[in-house]
């Protein structure tokens, strides 16, 4: 994963191995460079083991004998773990030393989930069966047979959708409380739901680039996915510590493939999202950027350090009259923050604020993209606080958490 995950390799050496031993014991050390204090921040540990005789299924982590919530992830499907990741809170210089306890067939525990993720069918007798995943050709029109159009996802603190069509448009959906919702509103907020404090989609893409939706470039414009042979979705997991999905698009451009996973941690708004193709990319081809919301919009424009925001207010429902009037315009901000050396060139129109990507060495190029409803309960109330908080959010993405692994010790077979 990229810099805003703490990647630790976990080897098991072979002559430590033996199918009688359950548990190994590991003390992670983790501390943290920056000269502020961070909350909430992920520590990944990469679950290697080539030897497979001792296959992590499940894992207790404790910080001063007080266990402290975790998740281990599959995420290329294949039935064998390969991430574990927590949340740690550590102040400005400070270490914080965890112990981490894996078990090779005990199932790992159930914990406050802080993230959710799903993707529903919408069936005729609307029992929104749930799907862990779905794939089509590319000229099949199912996006109305998806109940909220495509794969949702959440955090406490923010949540989206992603079109299942040649737009995959990432949409936005802004709450007043940090707390998990789309369960109960399927994104489709009730007037009712919206009394009682739940939120709502917060904003109107229209032919516009939304919040970091990933787009087709052709050199002038920038272009939905329309020549795909096939394309699917994908729930990774759904927490409780973070949500991960995935977007895939088969033979395009004369037999392209791409998978691009977005990554949601509890407690963050923003997404991490990772584009991986079958080969390097020798041109200009995709492009992201953020919105230009409402008729009177403000941005933040600063292409050398791949910075790019937006602010303003606009019906976040304009299919109909009836819709406007239930959901009143919403004012919203929209980042993405796109690494320097993934941008070819930046380009402003009077829809989008886009950076160009291309060129590039290796066939996997990641971003980031997030965004803030003023409607949220201690949240970003103007322009100027929104555009303020960048370069921290920048900083932060670039200085993880630093995280040392020592003292791995098999205990003995129960």
């Not at 032919?207 to 042979?229: F, M, S």
């Not at 019906?315 to 009037?325: H, K, L, V």
């Not at 949240?379 to 993880?400: A, I, R, T, V």
Request: with cysteine; glycine share 6%.
């Amino acid at each position: 994963m990229k810099k805003v995950l703490i990647l630790a390799i976990l080897l098991f050496p072979a002559s430590l191995l033996t199918f009688a031993q359950q548990t190994r014991v590991v003390t992670a050390i983790v501390s943290n460079p920056m000269r502020v204090d961070r909350e909430d921040e992920p520590v990944v540990v990469k679950l290697k083991n080539k030897d497979r005789r001792f296959i992590a299924r499940s894992a207790v982590v404790t910080l001063n004998d007080v266990e402290v919530p975790s998740q281990i992830d599959d995420l290329d499907g294949d039935g064998l773990p390969d991430e574990l990741v927590f949340l740690s809170s550590v102040d400005k210089g400070a270490s914080l030393e965890y112990t981490i306890t894996f078990s090779d067939t005990e199932p790992q525990k159930n914990y406050v989930a802080r993230s959710y993720a799903d993707l529903l069918l919408d069936d005729k007798r609307q029992r929104y069966p749930h799907l862990t995943a779905i794939e089509a050709p590319g000229k099949s029109d199912i996006y109305s047979d998806l109940y909220h159009h495509g794969v949702a996802f959440e955090s406490d603190v923010s949540a989206y959708r992603i079109y299942f069509d040649k737009r995959q448009n990432i949409d936005i959906y802004g709450k007043r409380i940090k707390r998990l919702e789309l369960a109960d509103t399927h994104f489709y907020t009730t007037p009712q739901q919206l009394e009682e404090g739940y939120g709502n989609d917060v904003l109107w893409a229209g032919n516009a680039i939304g919040c970091g939706t990933l787009k087709l470039w052709d050199g002038e414009r920038p272009n939905d996915w329309n020549e795909v042979t096939t394309r699917g979705q994908r729930i990774v997991t759904t927490g409780p510590i973070r949500s991960i999905v995935e977007v895939t698009d088969f033979g395009f451009n004369n037999g392209m493939n791409a998978t691009t996973r977005y990554m949601l941690y509890a407690g963050h708004r923003e997404v991490l999202i990772e584009t991986t193709l079958n080969q390097p990319l020798p041109s200009a081809m995709f492009c992201t950027g953020v919105q230009k919301v409402g008729t009177d919009p403000y941005t933040l424009i600063n292409p050398k350090e791949g910075l790019c925001a937006s602010w303003g207010m606009d019906f976040p429902e304009q299919s109909s009259q009836q819709m406007m009037m239930t959901y009143p315009p919403e004012t919203v901000g929209l980042a993405v923050y796109v690494p320097k050396e993934y941008v070819m060139g930046f380009r402003e129109t009077s829809l989008n604020c886009l950076f160009i990507i291309g060129k590039l060495k290796k066939p996997t190029f990641h971003y980031y993209a997030m965004f803030c409803a003023r409607k949220e309960v201690g949240g970003f109330q103007s322009k100027d606080d929104w555009f303020s908080c960048l370069k921290d959010w920048k900083k932060n993405l670039e200085h993880p958490l630093k995280v040392k692994m020592k003292n791995f010790t098999p205990s003995p077979s129960k």
